[in-house]
């Protein structure tokens, strides 16, 4: 396993060592090279794309055809939410109709 800091994650930072883990495993990315901004809030999206990851899911041609209206294809997490939006428990849905994620709500 590859070993991935960032520099605004100082020692006695809590989240240090689990945040460091699930980047060498490559669940979570930071915010740019040696940034994580341990601070901010995550969007729908990159939630979506962290379980995902986690869980070792794969897309499907069934998660192409069930794409929300406002993940476009070429963004960054186009097909993990695709796929995330196949497994209600992941992004579970009031109204099964619903069309849209709101990616960037936090």
Excluded: C
Excluded at 4 to 32: M, Q, R, T, Y
Excluded at 52 to 73: C, I, Q, W, Y
Aim: proline share 7%.
């Amino acid at each position: 396993m590859n070993r991935i800091s960032f520099n605004d994650l100082d020692a006695s930072h809590w989240a240090k060592k689990p945040v460091e883990v699930l980047a060498a495993k490559g669940i979570v990315n930071g915010v740019s090279a040696g940034s994580f901004a341990p601070a901010a809030q995550i969007t729908r999206a990159d939630y979506a794309v962290m379980l995902v990851r986690a869980f070792g899911l794969n897309g499907s041609p069934e998660a192409a055809a069930t794409r929300f209206t406002d993940v476009l294809p070429g963004s960054y997490y186009y097909e993990t939410v695709n796929t995330a939006k196949a497994l209600p428990a992941v992004i579970p849905m009031e109204d099964s109709t619903l069309l849209e994620l709101s990616p960037d709500r936090k």
